[in-house]
C-alpha cells in the first residue's frame, strides 16, 4: 500500500502498526524523483505499507524525526524507528533496507 501524507495526525496513526517505509522528499528533488518508482513498487506488496511524505507540505513530520537531508528513508515497526538511509539508495538495496524481522 502507498500513501501520501497530508498531515501530522493521519502520518502517526499510519505508522502504529506493522512495517511501515517513510520516504522523506519534496517534488524539486531530483533523487528523490528517482527514487520514487522503487519506492512506489514497493508500496505493491502486501507486507509492507509505504508513506510519501513531502517535506515542504509537512514540515511538522520531518522535523519531529530530524529530516534535514532529502530523500530520507526511515523504516518502523509497530510505531518505532529501526531504520535509517539518507540519500538515493538502488532499488535491490532498498528491498533490502525493507527487511526487518
Known sequence: MFIEIKSEAQF???IKSGKVLVDFN???CGPCQ???PSVERLGER???KVLSVDTDENPGVAAKFDIYSIPTLLLFKDGVSVRKNVG???EPALKNFAEVE
Open 12 to 14: 502517526e496513526e499510519e
Open 26 to 28: 519534496a517534488t524539486w
Open 34 to 36: 528517482m527514487l520514487k
Open 46 to 48: 502486501d507486507d509492507i
Open 88 to 90: 538515493f539508495i538502488p
